[in-house]
Nanobody
């Protein structure tokens, strides 16, 4: 059974930084992503990495420049560096992954239906 585990969440003041990590099991991931969800809101795609011939990174336009997604050195690990955090960034952050070719799905990188495997989430709270 594939498992993804997030770490690195916490409480910070506005302007601060956090680095989230996701460690997963199973076959090598070809798509890795971070989503976030605030209470009462839809799940929002934050950033993603596609590897292989489809390789590139993606960001929500509103977050580009403050958030950076990267792969870790260990297999199936990836990170989200978040800087200049704002109270609006407060949410549960979830990592997601898939082992199929990124071309399997015709939707966007930010569509949660693209990813088969999900972590439980880590809470990020930003105070003003």
């Amino acid at each position: 059974q594939v498992q993804l585990v997030e770490s690195g969440g916490g409480s910070v003041q506005a302007g601060g930084s956090l680095r989230l990590s996701c460690a997963g099991s199973g076959d090598t991931y070809t798509s890795m992503a971070w989503f976030r969800q605030a209470p009462g809101e839809e799940r929002q795609g934050v950033a993603a990495i596609f590897t292989g011939s489809s390789g590139r990174t993606y960001y929500d336009d509103s977050l580009k420049g403050r958030f950076t997604i990267s792969q870790g050195d260990a297999k199936n690990t990836f990170h989200l560096q978040m800087t200049n955090l704002k109270p609006d960034d407060t949410a549960m952050y979830l990592c997601a992954a898939d082992v199929r070719s990124p071309l399997w799905y015709g939707g966007t990188w930010a569509d949660p239906r693209r990813y088969k495997y999900w972590g439980q989430g880590t809470q990020v709270t930003v105070s003003s």
